[in-house]
Each structure stands twice: as structure tokens, then as C-alpha cells.
């Protein structure tokens, strides 16, 4: 599928580490957008195989703050013309999202959601619980008996896409306009010389370079160790899981907070299920038997007919979570290290508008207007963009 290159170059104008979607997006709108090849991607393993291939690929906007609304509409916006662009189908549907409320704080907490998005100008509304009943007629409002539905978000943009296909969509075209694409190459060290990036040690050898995009998501700590500096990410699992194929019943995507649990229905029908973060801190793609017993107890309470269901597969991914639940994006204090972090379990939908301010701002050295609310520094400044209430349990 793409250019095979056996070695590395012995120098690259821009390096970036990782071929997850984030990584692959951005050599492509260096290339696209700045004209600027001379890149190499690494890859530890495959592409796409790291976050970009875990997911439950929920793509929306409809977030807490400014700065996320903004950033994340841009990204659906982008996520519209991709299939052409690519000429590859990304499956991407538009379902309609809603956010369930099952208590009076949660109900305040999306109507203050709403009123943000639509200042925004984002599709984005508080609706009663005869509307969830009306888009997903199978669900019982009541959650039996204990947690019933006051209510919810909605979001009609909300979509879905196949992961896989948006890392390849871009590796593609990041390989076509003369990028490469290293996959099986680990980053074993970073050279910096008088606070500046000089290098890249590789498990293929060295590489001289100015500027270097990290895009690793689980493996954030271990790379800003090698250049010196911390951040205050800090790695969960994260698990999810699908179902057997069933005829096609569920057309929204529904979240809730309250019962820890979101759900929709894929395009070769298995439910896409997931659940908040596992509480322990580690960096394992391990999954556990308490996942699916706790997720299917809670599925059970919105769909009771579900129960003789079967589980095909379950999985976890490593999610690089900050104290804010917004992204860390842009400079760092060591110069041409660029950082694209901090993308915990809602990074997916980002990709198109991560690529595309990460290449701006590693070509223009300052950080994208997008960004600024993302950076490193808010954590010194005590300005944090609090995103909890819109990307907890909701990716
Ligand atoms: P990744 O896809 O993880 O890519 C990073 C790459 O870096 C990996 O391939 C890895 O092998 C490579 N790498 C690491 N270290 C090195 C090294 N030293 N040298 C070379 N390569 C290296 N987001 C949403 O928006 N919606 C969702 O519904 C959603 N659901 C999720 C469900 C689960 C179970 C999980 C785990 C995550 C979910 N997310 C979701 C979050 C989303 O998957 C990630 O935020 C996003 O995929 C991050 O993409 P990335 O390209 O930055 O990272």
C-alpha cells in the first residue's frame, strides 16, 4: 500500500514519532498544506495500530469549553470531505448523539453545554426523554427502575467512521506527495543540543533533524523523558468491546454518564461498546473479565432484550489523560520539539484538525490560533481549559 523505503535518510526537515492517526495526518498536511516532504514518520509498530485502531470512533463537537467547541468543530468540518479527498470510504455516518441524564446536576450540566454549542453555532439542544424514545424506541427510560432518563444532549452531527481506514487515508496520501513511512522503527532517544532539538535515535540509526512532532498518545511520558521535561499526563487503560452482528437496530449513539456506558451500532451491525477509564493507573493494552460483566450490567438496564447477546471481542487501549481533560498541543521548552498529547479518550474525532494545526505550528514555530487554549504552559499559569464535563464517560 505505501512506498517501501529500507533505510532512513541521514537527515529529515521534520520528524514525526508515531504513525497513529495524529501522526500520519500531520506529514500529510505538511505536505499537503506547506509543500514540506522531506519527512519520516516512525512507527514502533504498525500504523494505526496503537489508540487510532481501539477506539469507538465518536466523532462530535458539542464540548464544554470555547476552546474545545471551536477546535472540534473544525474537525468535523474537515471529516466531511475526507472519503472524496482520500478516495477511500471512511464509513462515515451521522448518527445523532445523545448524552443521557439521569438526575437533576446532569441535566444543569447539558443545558450549560447547549448554550455554549449553539453560541458556537454547533446543532445542539436539550430534549426530553420522549425524543430518546422516539430516536431509539427499544430503550426503556425507566434503566430498570433505578436510573431513569430525564433527559439528554442532542447532538444531530454526531457521527462515526472507521479508524483504520482514516490512518490509512492519510498515510496514503502522505506517502503519495513523498513522505515516508517507517513502520517497525522505534525512537529509542532524542538528541537536544543547547535546548534545541538536534536528533533522533532510532532502532534504524540516527537521524539529524530541527524538528520533531510527537504524536504518541499512551507513550507521551516516555518520550518527554528522553528530551528532559515533564507534563502531567498521566496513563489509564481504557477498554471497550463489541458484540455479535445484529440486524441493524440502533441508528443513534447514546452516552451515560450515570451508568458509566455509550453505545452504537457499526456498519456490519456489532454494538460498539465502552465505559469511563479503568480507576488504576498503568500502561497495559491488558483487558479485564470485570469490563464486560459491569458494562453488560449496565447495557441491560437501557436494553433488557439484549440479554442473551453474545460478546465478541474485547480490548484495551493506553489513554493519555491530563487534569483538565483538554489536550496538550504545541511548544515545549525544548525548541523544535513540538508536542500533540493529551488525547485520553477523545482523540479520534480530533485527527483531521490535530494534523493540520500540528504542521502549521511546527512550520511557523508558533503555536496555531486553534491551540492555544491546549498548550503546556497553562499548567504553570493555572489557566486550565476544564473540559470534564464534556469528556469523561463521552468520548
Ligand atoms: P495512537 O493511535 O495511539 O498512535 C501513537 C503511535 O505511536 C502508536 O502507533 C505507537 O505504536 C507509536 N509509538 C509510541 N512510542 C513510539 C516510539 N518510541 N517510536 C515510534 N513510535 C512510537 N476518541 C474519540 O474521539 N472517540 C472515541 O469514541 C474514542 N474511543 C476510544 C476508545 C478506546 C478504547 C480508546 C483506547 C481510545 C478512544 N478514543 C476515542 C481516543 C483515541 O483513540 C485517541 O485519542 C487517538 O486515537 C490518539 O491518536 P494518536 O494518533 O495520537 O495515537
Request: net charge neutral; proline share 5%.
Amino acid at each position: 500500500m505505501f512506498t517501501a523505503h529500507d533505510k532512513l535518510k541521514p537527515s529529515y526537515d521534520v520528524v514525526i514519532i508515531g504513525g497513529g492517526g495524529h501522526g500520519l495526518a500531520s506529514a500529510y498536511y505538511l505536505a499537503r498544506d506547506h509543500g514540506i516532504t522531506n519527512v519520516a514518520v516512525l512507527e514502533k509498530g504498525y500504523i494505526g495500530g496503537g489508540n487510532t485502531g481501539r477506539n469507538t470512533t465518536i466523532i462530535r463537537s458539542n464540548y464544554l469549553t470555547p476552546e474545545g467547541v471551536k477546535f472540534y468543530d473544525k474537525s468535523v468540518q474537515l471529516y466531511q470531505d475526507l472519503s472524496t479527498e482520500f478516495d477511500l470510504n471512511l464509513f462515515y455516518s451521522t448518527r445523532g448523539h445523545f448524552t443521557l441524564a439521569h438526575t437533576d446536576s446532569a441535566m444543569r450540566t447539558m443545558r450549560w453545554r447547549a448554550e455554549v454549542n449553539k453560541h458556537y453555532g454547533i446543532a445542539s439542544e436539550v430534549v426530553g426523554p420522549e425524543e430518546v424514545k422516539r430516536q431509539t424506541p427499544q430503550i426503556d427510560l425507566s434503566c430498570g427502575g433505578h436510573a431513569p432518563i430525564q433527559g439528554a444532549l442532542y447532538h444531530a452531527p454526531g457521527a462515526v467512521a472507521r479508524h483504520d481506514a482514516v490512518a490509512w487515508g492519510y498515510g496514503r496520501g502522505a506517502d503519495m506527495r513523498g513522505a515516508e513511512i517507517h513502520q517497525q522503527t522505534a525512537v529509542t532517544g532524542i538528541e537536544v543540543k543547547g535546548g534545541k532539538v538536534v536528533g533522533v535515535h532510532t532502532t534504524k540509526g540516527f537521524i539529524s533533524t530541527n524538528k520533531v512532532i510527537c504524536a504518541v498518545a499512551g507513550f507521551t511520558p516516555r518520550i518527554t523523558d528522553m528530551v528532559g521535561f515533564k507534563t502531567p499526563i498521566f496513563v489509564h487503560p481504557l477498554q471497550a468491546m463489541v458484540s455479535e452482528p445484529m440486524k441493524p437496530w440502533l441508528d443513534t449513539i447514546l452516552v451515560s454518564g450515570s451508568l458509566h456506558i455509550y453505545v452504537s451500532q457499526s456498519a456490519r451491525g456489532e454494538l460498539v461498546m465502552g465505559a469511563s477509564l479503568d480507576p488504576y493507573e498503568v500502561q497495559s493494552t491488558r483487558s479485564t473479565l470485570d469490563f464486560p460483566e459491569g458494562l453488560a450490567a449496565h447495557l441491560l438496564d437501557m436494553f433488557p432484550f439484549l440479554s442473551h447477546s453474545k460478546v465478541v471481542r474485547q480490548w484495551a487501549g493506553m489513554a493519555d489523560m491530563t487534569p483538565d481533560f483538554a489536550p496538550i498541543m504545541g511548544m515545549t521548552p525544548v525548541e523544535g520539539f513540538y508536542l500533540d498529547s493529551g488525547w485520553g479518550t477523545w482523540g479520534f474525532k480530533a485527527t483531521p484538525v490535530c494534523g493540520k494545526t500540528m504542521a502549521w505550528t511546527a512550520v511557523n514555530d508558533k503555536p496555531h490560533e486553534l491551540i492555544t487554549g491546549f498548550s503546556l504552559d497553562r499548567f504553570r499559569n493555572y489557566s486550565l481549559t476544564g473540559e470534564k464535563g464534556a469528556a469523561s464517560v463521552g468520548h
